[in-house]
């Protein structure tokens, strides 16, 4: 697994609930130290035992935290690099949702060894769409879903997400927009970039 | 309905009269100076036309038609632009449309750009993308890449350092000699050798044995300069290198002083250990004919020299040392510095 993905968690863990909570988290998960190279490749097996082992600290549900790490991603101001490359995907959230379908491709262009799960979004009416990714890596879906949830905000959109379930290495999510100026929204200046 | 279509198409075109005046601004290119509207100046005296060169007419303009125009905004912000003319629709005029190349990263800043700026179909915004994604990615590569730097440094510095004494170690030592005689240094050679220290382990135990070295270790840092090179190389044997070596007045008193205060009485947890030190010198001369490890030992001759004379001593080599066969081998328990 490419070291951004366990970055991404260790710098979750660390802004959200302090570096002693990620120390712990690294111990739990057999880990002999403690911080991840974002450029570095690890074995594909450390990210799940890690996800469990945040839930454990955490005392909560996994399902739970991989929302909270997919609302991070977007919403931290530590990773404001990552919100504005997504905001990059479109002008407005139902154009954001349409470009879904390349993140994994401009992910790659971006870092070249960089693989992303596969997303495929299906509009079923102008306000109504599923999300079914690939998941490598069980609750995935669940950072979907926390990237969707935040990203709607940033927008200022009004969306109704769920969980739909999964199996066979596949997540689904449902998506409903129930208005797409609902608030202001954050400003997305082209030309500003993240310190 | 022509303009309209070009609107959407190519948002930072302008049409051009026969006489060389904008009669339509797309909305982008009106952009770059939201104060002053562009419809009806001289197209030639809003953008300086770099090349081709020396063109100053319309009809000039018109005659390159076709080809890529290098252009720059006349008033500030300077904006490089590109370009390319073809004529119009109506016989006489010209459309020009415009791009930022390269500048445009600065451009979206300057004139406060949105997607909506550009054509649905303009990959600017997707060049935009890749720069802040290209940026970020370079970014963490740096970052892993000082970090990597900084325990390579000290990994290399744990290498060259004597884990016990922080003095310099053998490794390091040839290092310093190596590069001492590749810059062709005359330098001094002095082999240091403990008095009576197997004693002080022996009977007081390792743990005082270690400090006795630490503390030796500061002594011989404390009595040199900084551009000297002090290496512990063997378990009570010492090698310092002294640069740019005076004469031997310089080293001697260097040496009287080291085995001043290493006759010292050193106090550790309410004993009292007890050493000294023997020392041997010799030069290196970068024009000489002796090669560094001659001149090694020629220092370890004069140090056994020394242990001969009884402890606390230094010699500086001389050829006629070598006359006494005494001074030929190691005293008892002493390992020479080329197996050490």
């Known amino acids: ?195 | 309905m022509m303009t309209e279509a070009l609107d959407v198409l190519c948002p930072m075109h302008v049409v051009l009269s026969h006489t060389g005046h904008v009669i339509h601004a797309g909305p982008t290119v009106q952009k770059l100076r939201p104060d002053v509207p562009l419809v009806g100046r001289r197209f030639l005296e809003i953008f300086d036309l770099k090349r081709p060169r020396a063109i100053t007419s319309i009809d000039g303009l018109r005659a390159t038609a076709g080809t890529k125009l290098h252009l720059q905004l006349r008033d500030a912000p300077h904006t490089e632009i590109k370009g390319v003319l073809v004529a119009g629709p109506i016989s006489g005029q010209c459309i020009v449309n415009l791009s930022f190349g390269i500048s445009v990263v600065d451009a979206v800043t300057d004139y406060a750009l949105t997607s909506a700026d550009f054509a649905a179909t303009d990959l600017t915004i997707e060049m935009l993308y890749l720069v802040e994604a290209k940026s970020a990615a370079m970014d963490a590569s740096r970052k892993l890449n000082l970090r990597l730097q900084g325990a390579m440094i000290a990994a290399e510095e744990q290498a060259f350092t004597d884990t016990l004494t922080g003095l310099k170690n053998r490794r390091a030592m040839d290092h310093v000699l190596a590069r001492h005689q590749q810059w062709g240094t005359r330098f001094g050679l002095m082999q240091v050798d403990l008095d009576w220290f197997k004693a002080v382990n022996d009977t007081l135990g390792h743990a005082a044995g270690d400090h006795v070295l630490q503390t030796v270790a500061r002594v011989m840092v404390d009595e040199t300069r900084d551009t000297d090179t002090v290496c512990r190389v063997g378990g009570d044997e010492f090698v310092i290198i002294l640069p740019y070596a005076k004469g031997w007045d310089a080293m001697e008193s260097i040496g009287a002083r080291i085995i001043a205060r290493l006759s010292q009485p050193i106090p550790f947890q309410g004993e009292v250990c007890r050493i000294s030190a023997s020392i041997g010198t010799a030069i290196f001369e970068p024009d000489g004919d002796e090669t560094i490890a001659q001149v090694m030992d020629n220092a370890d001759v004069a140090l056994y020299a020394s242990k001969n004379r009884g402890r606390a001593q230094q010699t500086i080599y001389t050829e006629d040392l070598r006359m006494d066969a005494k001074n030929l081998t190691p005293p008892a328990g002493r390992s020479t510095v080329d197996s050490a």
Request: hydrophobic share 40%; aromatic share 8%.
């Open chain 1, 1 to 195: 697994m490419h070291g951004l993905i366990n970055r991404a968690i260790q710098c979750f863990v660390t802004d959200s609930y302090g570096s002693d909570k990620w120390v712990e988290t690294t111990r739990v998960a057999d880990l002999s130290f403690v911080e991840f190279e974002a450029m570095l490749i690890y074995d594909d097996e450390i990210t799940p035992n890690l996800l469990d082992a945040v839930s454990q600290v955490l005392k909560r549900p996994r399902d739970e935290v991989m929302e909270d790490i997919g609302t991070y991603l977007v919403s931290h101001p530590n990773v404001e690099a990552l919100r504005r490359l997504l905001r990059f995907g479109g002008v407005s959230f139902v154009e954001f949702l349409h470009s879904l379908d390349d993140l994994p491709d401009r992910a790659r262009l971006a870092v070249s060894d960089l693989n992303l799960p596969k997303i495929e979004l299906r509009d079923h009416s102008p306000s109504q769409f599923s999300l079914i990714c690939d998941s490598p890596v069980a609750g995935y879906g669940h950072v979907m879903m926390g990237i969707l949830r935040a990203m709607a905000d940033d927008y200022g959109a009004l969306a109704l997400l769920e969980h739909t379930g999964g199996g066979q290495g596949k997540e689904t999510i449902s998506i409903t927009l129930v208005e797409t100026e609902f608030a202001e929204g954050r400003t997305f200046d082209l030309g500003a970039r993240a310190g």
